[in-house]
């Protein structure tokens, strides 16, 4: 048994107590937009890898509440080029994506962002339910010696463990472990609930929250508390297991490219990245704005590890007893913080319309009191064509702001499509329509017909161009930023361009742990699409099997 020797936590204890720290912005872009300075800096709470360490790079509150000030009443988005982590933090703030909460390193997601995490469980429960998969629920608090049956698993998490030793006001006799995942009390009940072949497979779902005690965090991508489903299933055989895993990855990669429209890579995790206490790893891997890699979600073929640590067995046809073969897979809210870094631009987001939780917004226009009851019925009218036509649709009727200004917030907010209707348009008939992916006098089309049918038409087809368009340029970005090398050096000078490399590799794990410490890249995957022909090790010059892809990462 691994006996290690962890920081206790008590609930009690988790409080905020750290002061905030931001780091200077010497360029803004200023929009007409409301403030949002709660999280206009998201530092100390949600420091990112990238900035976090040195004290020079850090600043006090006091200069957070100047910066403030000197921005005056208007919002700003930093632009992307040149800060990209302020510029990701603006834009959760001025979209009311997401504020942090009292304990460092938490976020409290806002409606707008919880809507996008919604509409990836829609898809996802769908496709679970069809896969034969149940949702269910195990608890949160998890006995800590679940945690030390499975050795390799308790090494790989114990620095993230958050433990409560107190409840009800005495030390408790055994300490508790806030879920990091849910693989040990997942096997203890299925110790408890599968005794034969019949049982087999037996497959489950859970929406919840998971708690792991980050250093270095940032919102949406990684923090200290962070919603997400995990899968776990059992079979009678490896090859059920196998098939399983492959199955989830499969899922996941389709929701990536058909939802989020974003173009993962997927593959096999090395020997050093794969899951703790799992026999093998499969990977969807994400290229962000900044080319920085983002595992977007990952199904694990536990194979026997956890059913032999916790005794979990059947009884066969032969009425012979095996432990069984399992399986975890997960996709979490660090996909919204995924889209964001994706598709985002200095404008602010850009949504994909099949996630997106508005897909269409209407801004009503007039001068005069009496353009107002005319355009407001038109609206009104549209509204519940686009409705009935299973659109998601705002109608922004609010008169405390400009048609500019709300032009310009809805942008930002990352609407696909935004409908403006005048005087004019109500007497012609037509509307208005911009697409948010295509800035400016290119993205708008005057002249709409309001007739029903032409109008659901034109907005679906629309929609769907913003769909496809999105993908296709976010796997152009990708692809132009991926590099075939062949040598070390090639590597080396492909990470410190910030791009991803790919080359062959059959090196130990000792040696990808040195182009770890010399680059800083690990090795993303070996994607399942393979180059044919003849391979050498770009680092041993030996034969290789596989090429892996290498990157920087989140």
């Given at each position: 048994?691994?006996?290690?020797?962890?920081?206790?936590?008590?609930?009690?204890?988790?409080?905020?107590?750290?002061?905030?720290?931001?780091?200077?912005?010497?360029?803004?872009?200023?929009?007409?937009?409301?403030?949002?300075?709660?999280?206009?800096?998201?530092?100390?709470?949600?420091?990112?890898?990238?900035?976090?360490?040195?004290?020079?790079?850090?600043?006090?509150?006091?200069?957070?509440?100047?910066?403030?000030?000197?921005?005056?009443?208007?919002?700003?988005?930093?632009?992307?080029?040149?800060?990209?982590?302020?510029?990701?933090?603006?834009?959760?703030?001025?979209?009311?994506?997401?504020?942090?909460?009292?304990?460092?390193?938490?976020?409290?997601?806002?409606?707008?962002?919880?809507?996008?995490?919604?509409?990836?469980?829609?898809?996802?429960?769908?496709?679970?339910?069809?896969?034969?998969?149940?949702?269910?629920?195990?608890?949160?608090?998890?006995?800590?010696?679940?945690?030390?049956?499975?050795?390799?698993?308790?090494?790989?998490?114990?620095?993230?463990?958050?433990?409560?030793?107190?409840?009800?006001?005495?030390?408790?006799?055994?300490?508790?472990?806030?879920?990091?995942?849910?693989?040990?009390?997942?096997?203890?009940?299925?110790?408890?609930?599968?005794?034969?072949?019949?049982?087999?497979?037996?497959?489950?779902?859970?929406?919840?929250?998971?708690?792991?005690?980050?250093?270095?965090?940032?919102?949406?991508?990684?923090?200290?508390?962070?919603?997400?489903?995990?899968?776990?299933?059992?079979?009678?055989?490896?090859?059920?297991?196998?098939?399983?895993?492959?199955?989830?990855?499969?899922?996941?990669?389709?929701?990536?490219?058909?939802?989020?429209?974003?173009?993962?890579?997927?593959?096999?995790?090395?020997?050093?990245?794969t899951f703790a206490g799992a026999s093998r790893t499969y990977t969807i891997e994400a290229m962000m704005g900044d080319r920085k890699a983002l595992q977007a979600g990952t199904s694990h073929n536990l194979g026997q590890n956890f059913s032999r640590a916790f005794g979990t067995q059947f009884t066969d046809e032969n009425e012979q007893r095996h432990h069984v073969w399992q399986t975890s897979w997960a996709i979490s809210t660090r996909f919204v913080g995924g889209i964001i870094m994706t598709h985002g631009d200095d404008a602010g987001l850009m949504l994909p319309p099949r996630i997106a939780p508005i897909q269409v917004v209407i801004v009503p226009i007039w001068k005069k009191a009496e353009e107002k009851t005319g355009v407001l019925n038109t609206a009104s009218t549209i509204e519940k064509v686009l409705i009935t036509a299973g659109i998601r649709i705002k109608v922004d009727v609010s008169e405390q702001r400009t048609p500019g200004w709300k032009f310009n917030f809805w942008e930002m907010k990352g609407v696909p499509l935004r409908i403006e209707i005048g005087p004019r348009d109500v007497s012609s008939g037509t509307l208005v329509i911009s697409r948010r992916d295509i800035p400016g006098k290119q993205g708008k089309v005057f002249g709409v017909s309001m007739e029903p049918s032409i109008l659901e038409a034109y907005v679906k087809d629309k929609l769907d161009e913003i769909q496809s368009s999105l993908l296709e340029r976010a796997t152009s970005f990708r692809d132009s930023n991926i590099i075939d090398v062949s040598s070390y050096d090639e590597l080396k000078e492909a990470v410190s361009q910030g791009k991803w490399a790919r080359g062959p590799w059959s090196a130990s794990d000792e040696e990808e742990l040195r182009v770890k410490k010399e680059t800083g890249a690990t090795i993303r995957c070996f994607p399942f699409d393979q180059p044919q022909g003849v391979k050498t090790c770009l680092m041993t010059g030996n034969p290789a099997e596989e090429v892996a892809i290498f990157a920087k990462s989140y």
């Open positions: 048994m691994l006996a290690l020797k962890l920081p206790s936590l008590t609930l009690s204890s988790l409080r905020y107590s750290s002061p905030l720290f931001i780091r200077h912005r010497h360029y803004q872009k200023f929009l007409r937009l409301p403030c949002k300075p709660s999280l206009a800096s998201i530092s100390s709470d949600f420091s990112t890898q990238s900035t976090a360490g040195t004290e020079q790079e850090q600043q006090p509150l006091k200069n957070e509440e100047k910066l403030q000030t000197k921005s005056g009443q208007e919002g700003f988005i930093t632009p992307r080029s040149q800060d990209f982590n302020a510029w990701y933090l603006d834009v959760i703030a001025n979209a009311e994506l997401a504020d942090y909460g009292p304990v460092r390193g938490t976020m409290v997601i806002r409606p707008y962002g919880y809507a996008i995490w919604e509409a990836i469980q829609d898809y996802l429960n769908v496709k679970f339910k069809e896969t034969g998969h149940s949702n269910m629920y195990f608890p949160q608090f998890i006995p800590y010696s679940f945690i030390e049956k499975e050795a390799s698993h308790v090494e790989g998490f114990s620095p993230e463990l958050a433990l409560v030793t107190i409840g009800g006001g005495k030390e408790l006799e055994e300490k508790l472990v806030v879920r990091p995942t849910s693989e040990t009390i997942v096997n203890h009940m299925f110790t408890q609930w599968i005794h034969s072949y019949r049982d087999l497979p037996l497959m489950v779902n859970q929406w919840v929250n998971v708690t792991r005690w980050e250093m270095r965090t940032k919102p949406f991508v990684r923090t200290l508390e962070f919603l997400w489903q995990e899968g776990h299933t059992a079979h009678a055989n490896a090859e059920e297991a196998e098939k399983e895993a492959l199955q989830m990855i499969d899922v996941y990669t389709k929701f990536a490219y058909q939802q989020a429209a974003i173009p993962v890579v997927t593959g096999r995790k090395s020997k050093v990245e």
